[in-house]
């Protein structure tokens, strides 16, 4: 067994510990962190390892979300057949817009996945009297449950996502130590010695896109069903921001630096909104200590000071 | 007459007006090693950069293998054989010296990538800098690891943009003797400015001039052909005078020929 996954199964014990000794509170917030860490592992697979820039990702996470939400409230699917919904969902959208963004490329592939995930939040306004829009509806209680384990529970919701987040985590590793994933990140180094190499740019990074768009999916489709809200506010901008800001702070292109990015980040909001209404400004200020000082975040300044290993 | 590996008929590219290459014909015999001279702005890398696919022609047609390739885009060229390194070393810097070679070799599927990588790596006396990162490695052994990345690929064709560029004599021997390995399985194509290495080892020589061609024809040839030694040399050179002349920076290896 290596270092580096000695330490990935080290935090997952850490996590699993975790449950028994945190408080209510936490224990719901750590939850929330382990979905939203997979939403930031899915946008690190695109931004971290393949260097592709999205602005759009909100719009992946919501197909997930909304699949299963209204596979379950609509068309009465069952829970696991809905949460595979939302995970094929994730990634066909991918993989539509992947087709066509990828004809562009830098600010331009910002730029057109922003507006994509922007026609998908005001595709779920428009039809309003499906999604209830800007309002949202509650996944019932009754749906939120597979066999006897009910997500709306707080030990079987811990547990859930968990799992979720073990599963990500462990093929992350296994994609950054695959051909797949060397590939992708010699598409992000160099992309004209790629393509001298044999390699099509396009084809690598719409599988990259795709990829990441089923992690996405997983995520909202969990977040649907553990915590068992659909609304549209999942679709705005914000939501495609927030993962570009957990894995800029935990470090780009590092496995646990989603994980870490979405606690930090997590809390920081949490804490600083205690205090102050002004909550964004503290964030601010983090992020511009971050940009000065360790500009490849948390675990990237690690590995330049000497923990290379580290995937 | 020994069956031609590529062939191109008419290859035009133009900027703006500006002919940078201009209905070239051009063949190149299978097994052999080829290289290509000319003066600075003579078209020689917008050559061969037409040929791997990396720009597109203006006119003409390309033939590779017997099958016109004229359309395909680049990377589907690579696929099938024909491999290309830059003449501004164009590496991974930022990962291992490793993964630059593996990610040339494994694009074949192998089942045995992390073997055939340091065999490859061996070839060229990297094997002992595989964890390094690629761009710490001294100038002359990332043009070696070019090298490497493109050997590695088991191209049918070769195609070298001056590729001693930068090196030390000792390398550029090293380099003549891995050249000469890999013929005749795989055909070689070189641009080169240092006339040691054109006249020792090139089987043919084409000269590039104002995007046409002045002249093909054996080393041999090509030292006595009047209307190169007025391209290259500015008039009134005769074959003798080649490295009393040849003083310009570009031609530095010449300044080394043998009479």
């Excluded at chain 1, 922003?114 to 996944?139: P, S």
């Excluded at chain 2, 590729?163 to 003549?176: K, S, Y």
Aim: some cysteine.
């Amino acid at each position: 067994m290596t270092r580096a996954l000695a330490l990935h199964l080290a935090v997952l014990a850490l996590l699993f510990a975790a449950q028994f000794i945190l408080p209510p509170y936490h224990h719901t917030n750590i939850a929330r962190i382990m979905v939203l860490a997979v939403f930031a592992m899915g946008y690190n697979i695109a931004f971290g390892y393949t260097g592709l820039l999205s602005l759009g990702h909100a719009l992946f996470f919501a197909a997930g979300l909304y699949a299963t939400g209204l596979g379950i409230e609509l068309w009465g699917l069952p829970t696991l057949a809905a949460l595979a919904l939302g995970l094929a969902a994730g990634g066909a959208i991918a993989a539509t817009t992947g087709m066509l963004a990828l004809r562009t490329g830098g600010v331009s592939f910002m730029i057109v996945t922003l507006m994509f995930a922007q026609a998908g939040y005001l595709t779920i306004l428009y039809f309003g009297t499906y999604t209830r829009g800007d309002e949202g509806f509650v996944i019932e209680r009754a749906a939120r449950s597979i066999a006897s384990l009910d997500f709306s529970s707080d030990t079987t919701r811990y547990f859930a996502a968990l799992v979720l987040f073990a599963v990500a985590l462990l093929a992350n590793l296994a994609l950054t130590r695959s051909r797949l994933g060397r590939s992708m990140i010699a598409m992000r180094e160099n992309e004209e010695r790629s393509r001298m190499l044999g390699y099509n740019p396009f084809k690598v990074k719409l599988i990259a896109l795709v990829i990441s768009g089923l992690y996405a999916g997983a995520a909202g489709a969990a977040y649907g069903v553990l915590f068992g809200y659909v609304g549209a506010s999942f679709a705005t901008i914000q939501y495609s921001i927030l993962p570009l800001l957990y894995v800029l702070l935990g470090g780009a292109g590092t496995t646990l630096g989603p994980f870490l990015g979405a606690f930090l980040m997590f809390y920081l909001i949490d804490i600083s909104s205690g205090y102050t209404t002004a909550h964004l400004f503290v964030v601010g200020a983090a992020l511009l200590v971050l940009v000065l000082f360790a500009p490849k975040g948390i675990l990237g300044a690690l590995r330049d000071r000497g923990a290379k290993w580290l995937p | 007459m020994a069956a031609m590996i590529l062939s191109a008929r008419g290859l035009s590219k133009h900027y703006d007006g500006i002919k940078a290459v201009e209905k070239v014909d051009f063949d190149l015999q299978a097994g052999q090693i080829h290289a290509l001279i000319g003066p600075n702005g003579a078209g020689k890398t917008t050559f061969v950069s037409l040929l791997s696919g990396r720009i597109t022609p203006s006119a003409g047609k390309i033939t590779f293998d017997g099958a016109d390739i004229t359309a395909l885009p680049a990377h589907t060229r690579v696929a099938l054989g024909i491999s290309y390194t830059f003449q501004i070393t164009s590496i991974y810097a930022n990962l291992p010296v490793f993964d630059n070679v593996a990610l040339a070799i494994q694009r074949k599927g192998t089942r045995h990538l992390h073997a055939e990588t340091m065999a490859a790596l061996d070839r060229v006396g990297l094997a002992d800098r595989a964890d390094q990162t690629a761009g710490t490695l001294a100038y002359g052994h990332q043009r070696l690891l070019e090298i490497a990345m493109g050997l590695s690929m088991t191209p049918k064709l070769l195609i070298l943009d001056e590729p001693t560029q930068g090196l030390a004599n000792a390398e550029i021997d090293a380099f003549n003797t891995l050249i000469r390995d890999v013929t005749p399985e795989t055909t070689v194509l070189l641009i080169e400015h240092n006339m040691d290495v054109v006249m020792g080892l090139a089987d043919r020589v084409t000269v590039l001039n104002f995007g046409e061609t002045l002249a093909t024809g054996t080393p041999a040839e090509i030292r006595a052909n009047a209307a190169v030694q007025t391209a290259y040399l500015g008039g009134e050179a005769d074959a003798g005078t080649l490295r009393d002349r040849c003083g310009l920076r570009k031609c530095a290896g010449a300044a080394r020929a043998k009479p």
